[in-house]
Nanobody, 116 residues
Framework: QVQLVESGGGLVQPGGSLRLSCAASGFTFSRYAMTWYRQAPGKERELVATITSAGGSTNYADSMKGRFTISRDNAKNMVYLQMNSLKPEDTAVYYC?????????WGQGTQVTVSS
């Protein structure tokens, strides 16, 4: 059974940091590109950051560059999103996604709220 389970969300003040984690199981994690998406209330889901299967390449949405870092540990079947200098507009549900060819899996999401 394929599972992606996000954790690490919560309430943080502007300027603060959070580290999201996504635990994968039920598929060959090391063969999949991993992506973090987010969806704010009333808005479409948007790409946050992606990392290739071996971790050799990453890509970020412009608004996250320099603040967010995606990483993965293929030995532990984990992907992470380090978020620094958080802003109120980063408030959203953050989703973990695994993709390889036609195969795509999603987690259930974790809420991040940036507010004073």
């Amino acid at each position: 059974q394929v599972q992606l389970v996000e954790s690490g969300g919560g309430l943080v003040q502007p300027g603060g940091s959070l580290r999201l984690s996504c635990a994968a199981s039920g598929f060959t994690f090391s063969r999949y590109a991993m992506t973090w998406y987010r969806q704010a209330p009333g808005k479409e889901r948007e790409l946050v950051a992606t990392i290739t299967s071996a971790g050799g390449s990453t890509n970020y949405a412009d608004s996250m560059k320099g603040r967010f870092t995606i990483s993965r540990d293929n030995a532990k079947n984990m992907v992470y999103l380090q978020m620094n200098s958080l802003k109120p507009e980063d408030t959203a549900v953050y989703y973990c996604n695994a993709q390889r060819g036609p195969f795509e899996y999603w987690g259930q999401g974790t809420q991040v709220t940036v507010s004073s």
